[in-house]
Structures are given as C-alpha cells and as structure tokens.
C-alpha cells in the first residue's frame, strides 16, 4: 500500500461485512461499462488458454470477478485471493454452489499459490498500491504464471498533469451521480479518492507491466478515469 496506515484503514473498511455486503452496488455505478469490463476479461482469457484452465485473481473479494469468470466457463476453476476476509465471504455468497470451483486465499500476493496458473486477472485493485509496490506485485504474479499466458488488469488510471488529475476525478463522480449513486457517497468517494489514492497515468501503467517482464502489452479498456490492458508473460 502507499504506507501503513492508509493499508490498515483500508483493511478495515473493507472487513466490515456490513460494508462488505454492499459492495456490489458500487462498482456499477463508479465505473463505467463495469459488466462489460468483466465481460472483457473472460473473452481476453479465452483466447488463449483451455476450457479447463486454473486462473488466479488478485483482489477477489466481493465475488464480482469471480462471479463472471465462472458464468462464462463451466470448466474454469479459479483461485481467489484478497486480505479482507468479510470480502472474500461475500464473495462465497455471491458464487453460491460455483464457490466449489475456486479456492480462496487471504491475503496479498505473497500468499497466493506458487501455480503456474494458466492466467491472472487484477481488477479495481492496483491502484492501492504506489509504483513500487505495485511493480513488485505484477512481478511476483507474473512469476506464477505459465508461458505465454495472458494478464487482464484494470484500475483508476488517469493523465496526472496540472488540472488534469481534479479534472478526471470531478468526472468520475459526475459518472457516479448520473448512475443514481447517493451524492453523498460520491463526495465522500472522491474525497477518497483524492487525497489517498497513489493514482499513476497511463504511460507509467504500462511501463510497470514492461518493467515487471510482460510483453505485448495492450490497452482494451478506457472509460474516463479507468484503464484495462491485457499482457502476456
């Protein structure tokens, strides 16, 4: 995480099952083309692995991910890791008799199975993490990665100039707004979001993917202030 204690507020919030049990809600009114993104995901991973491929997905808590991954292959089965456990039961809660096909892991990358897994996904979860944290995270999950298998990652990433980063913040919430969400969720969110997310611009996204050994990297996925590409080990 950026430092301790932004982790520590962080983990807490998110263990708070009642926060935990309204998790769902959020991500489709704050991200624009949230199924669609999901939807992505699985076509992405398709391309290139088997109909019986084991998957990890870093930051899996609240189940949305894995929810996806699972509707959009029987034969799937997933490992699902995040340190929040409240998030990972409202994840077994969202799976329903599909919780069978993943295992679940607390914790960051560092606890994830060792693999090789036949792919990776890493969605809404970067972005807590500053640019030396999250190369080292991308690094040791490529490091259980197969050969040629494919990485889908998307988070908050937007162009950091002067004006820029409040610009593409008042667009998010103005996103949030038009999606029905409570006004003062949305200000309370980009308050959050503001002062304590080590938000990266794009370019420097893609370099952290570069840097930490994926090749071929690609952006599929732009809407305002979110970005998604898929990479290759």
Known sequence: MANDAMEQTLLAAFNDPEHASRYGDGPHR???????????T?????????????ILVLGAGGGLELRALADARPGWTLVGVDPAVAMLEEARRVLGP???????CEGYIDDAPEGPFDAATCLLTLHFLDATERTRTVRELR???KPG????????SCPQT????????????????????DPEQV????????ATLPI?????????LRAAGFSDVAMFYAAFSWRGWVAYT
Do not use: Q
Not at 49 to 54: E, F, I, L, N, P
Not at 98 to 104: H, I, L, P, Q, S
């Open 30 to 40: 704050f991200i624009p083309g949230f199924a669609d993104l999901n939807r992505m």
């Open 42 to 54: 699985a076509v992405l991973l398709a391309e290139c692995v088997s109909d019986d491929a084991r």
């Open 98 to 104: 599909d919780a069978a096909r993943v295992t679940f």
């Open 143 to 145: 490091r259980r990665l």
């Open 149 to 156: 298998a494919p990485f889908v990652v998307a988070h908050y």
């Open 162 to 181: 002067d004006g820029g980063r409040a610009l593409w913040l008042s667009r998010y919430g103005a996103f949030a707004l038009a999606s029905g969400a």
């Open 187 to 194: 200000k309370k969110m980009c308050a959050g979001v503001g």
């Open 200 to 208: 990266l611009d794009p370019a420097h996204d893609e370099a952290i």
